[in-house]
T-cell receptor
Framework: GENVEQHPSTLSVQEGDSAVIKCTYS??????FPWYKQELGKRPQLIID?????GEKKDQRIAVTLNKTAKHFSLHITETQPEDSAVYFC????????????FGGGTRLMVKP | DAGVIQSPRHEVTEMGQEVTLRCKPI?????LFWYRQTMMRGLELLIY????????DSGMPEDRFSAKMPNASFSNLKIQPSEPRDSAVYFC??????????????FGPGTRLTVL
């Protein structure tokens, strides 16, 4: 089955700096890669996703890149703000497995004001 | 739509008792997922349903855990008997089906289970 590794497990940055979180996946058939944000005590919520026919996607201060050959994808947050502090999860999925997601272990991002 | 609804939000029980967690997915969603979240093991998929049929239950930890989806509007997860190591936050999530739709999973607020 699919295995998703996520690094780092914790990340501390100064407000205004950029943050990068990286994930690798094992199944070359995976074709959908979402990122979820979970604030303390809240539910995970989708913030951005990318499909395997696209190499990069941006939405304001967040962007995701995908390297299918290397089987890794990354989340980039620019101009970080204290409200970006949360746990971020990457995940991988493939259409022939329905909508089942395999999640990475999570990254706790702390943005210091 | 109110989103995915879970009940109860908090459950405290004693070891050996039966626990039932409930979930109402977003209307029209074809898929329903049950996850368990702990500090040690992160977010684990326990089981998921497609059109009320269980598709993959390989994540269910042991026979003490069972899940059903009697109709499109309701699912429950039962633990019998419960053990302290079952203490976790249990999330239910739902999504639309089909390759042309978004795979986004919408999570419920979770049930925080504490087994004493």
């Amino acid at each position: 089955g699919e295995n998703v590794e996520q690094h780092p497990s914790t990340l501390s940055v100064q407000e205004g700096d950029s943050a990068v979180i990286k994930c690798t996946y094992s199944d070359s058939a995976s074709n959908y890669f979402p990122w979820y944000k979970q604030e303390l005590g809240k539910r995970p919520q989708l913030i951005i996703d990318i499909r395997s026919n696209v190499g990069e996607k941006k939405d304001q201060r967040i962007a995701v890149t995908l390297n299918k050959t290397a089987k890794h994808f990354s989340l980039h947050i620019t101009e970080t703000q204290p409200e970006d502090s949360a746990v971020y999860f990457c995940a991988a999925s493939k259409n022939n497995a329905g909508n089942m997601l395999t999640f990475g272990g999570g990254t706790r991002l702390m943005v210091k004001p | 739509d109110a989103g995915v609804i879970q009940s109860p939000r908090h459950e405290v029980t004693e070891m050996g008792q039966e626990v039932t967690l409930r979930c109402k997915p977003i209307s029209g969603h074809d898929y329903l997922f049950w996850y368990r979240q702990t500090m040690m093991r992160g977010l684990e998929l326990l089981i998921y349903f497609n059109n009320n049929v269980p598709i993959d239950d390989s994540g269910m930890p042991e026979d003490r855990f069972s899940a059903k989806m009697p109709n499109a509007s309701f699912s429950n997860l039962k633990i019998q008997p419960s053990e302290p190591r079952d203490s976790a936050v249990y999330f239910c999530a739902s999504s639309l089906g089909g390759p042309s739709t978004s795979n986004e999973q919408f999570f419920g607020p979770g049930t925080r289970l504490t087994v004493l």
